[in-house]
């Protein structure tokens, strides 16, 4: 969980994305839409992103993405 933390410290809006996710892309424009610049980790394109998709999924986002860290607090987007 250390990398996922270090990550969502980095930021005051971080969002944990796959780029072909459609859902993900919703949050992303609405992020945008609020005036936000976040920091976006495409975890399909990262060396690293299986391992910190298995992260987000200890920290108990179900499904692992899209998932977002605004003032270094997590936030799972739920979709049913």
């Known amino acids: 969980m250390a990398a996922v933390s ?3 410290a980095e930021n005051s809006v971080v969002i944990f994305s796959k780029s ?3 859902i993900c892309h ?3 424009t609405l992020i945008y839409g609020f005036g936000a ?3 976006i980790y495409e975890l399909d394109e ?3 992103g299986r391992q910190l998709e298995k992260e987000l999924l200890s920290f108990g986002c179900r499904p ?3 998932a ?3 003032g270094r607090s997590w936030l799972a ?3 049913s």
């Open 6 to 8: 270090a990550l969502g």
């Open 20 to 22: 072909s996710c459609c």
């Open 26 to 28: 919703t949050i992303k």
């Open 37 to 39: 610049i976040p920091a």
């Open 68 to 70: 977002m860290f605004i």
């Open 46 to 48: 990262l060396p690293n």
């Open 77 to 79: 987007v739920i979709m």
């Open 64 to 66: 692992s993405i899209p």
